[in-house]
């Protein structure tokens, strides 16, 4: 059985920092594409960032330059550091496996101004 369990979210005022991870089990997480969603009320889901099995990432264009997605194989667990956070991160956020359709229950961000 596959899981993704997300923590790390919480409250922080604007200008903070979180770090959220990621702890998979059920798959071989190593050879995964790996991702972070996040989705505000009354707005889609959008990507946050993604990592590949040979660490090449990709960012949103909204967190480019503040938020950074890495991974430890070792411990099967994925992260996403989210530096100068603004209001409108505030989110809930989503660890998944994309290509696999695997997805985590989601932490909450909010972010005060």
């Known amino acids: 059985q596959v899981q993704l369990v997300e923590s790390g979210g919480g409250l922080v005022q604007a200008g903070g920092s979180l770090r959220l991870s990621c702890a998979a089990s059920g798959i071989i997480f190593s050879i995964n594409t790996m991702g972070w969603y996040r989705q505000a009320p009354g707005k889609q889901r959008e990507l946050v960032a993604s990592i590949t099995a040979g660490r090449r990432t990709n960012y949103g264009d909204s967190v480019k330059g503040r938020f950074t997605i890495s991974r430890d194989n070792a411990k099967n667990t994925m992260y996403l550091q989210m530096n100068s956070l603004k209001p409108e991160d505030t989110a809930t956020y989503y660890c998944?496996?994309?290509?696999?359709?695997?997805w985590g229950q989601g932490t909450q961000v909010t972010v005060s101004s």
């Open positions: 998944c496996a994309p290509g696999r359709n695997y």
